[in-house]
């Protein structure tokens, strides 16, 4: 962020949320804050941005899905924020511990961004820590969101994947949309020998038995595949 705000001062906050409730339980508790100011109370991703042009907020307290997608879009205003708005911290709500969320969201910096799980924000004080954390170009991660990101980042490491170079893995990618050796080489501009090569270090690597090359070819796709959804299979 390219200023910081000085302590002790007012926060002007606009509030996102499609949910009725949520907006109605989150105003009730910014409402009566002694050090923030409530300034627009939105149901869509739309009237969200047309706010942050009319009221200035130093803050945005938004859904993590809204319409018109209801996909991310407490995502993207995050990252169009950081482009047009960059003194304006984010603070994104869920439902989802889910880590892809939260590293999209920090994908650009960490400054000035939060993420936290709707079912604390009843915590009042939680929520004001998260607000008043960018506000002063902070962040701030909910406990339950970092400690899926490390699960997950211990999953990736102890998938056999792990073992493979980038090239490798675009290889491999390329065995798993079912391209045999010659067409790997063309898109890769690589000679059928490397092709070879390569994907023998691959099959070794994967720690794939002696087989026929298309059983091995099939197994080794059908790990990609799993990792790719989230979860190696036991080999």
Sequence with gaps: MSSVRPQGERIKVALADDSYLVREAVS???????RIDLVAV??????LLAAVESERPGVVVTDIRMPPQRDEEGIEIASRLRDSHPDVGVVVLSQYAE???????????????AYMLKE???DEGQLVAAIEAVAHGGSFMDARVVEAMIKERGKAERSPLSELTPRELEIL????QGKSNGKIGEELYLSKRAVEKHINSILLKLDLPEAQEVSRRVMATLIYLSAAEGSAPAR
Aim: proline share 6%; charged share 25%; net charge positive.
């Design 120 to 122: 604390r924000v009843g």
């Design 42 to 47: 939105c149901e869509d991703r739309d009237s």
């Design 99 to 113: 880590p892809r969320y939260g590293l999209a969201l920090l994908a650009a910096g960490s400054d000035g961004r």
């Design 173 to 176: 990618g390329l065995i798993a």
């Design 28 to 34: 009730q508790i910014l409402a009566r804050h002694p």
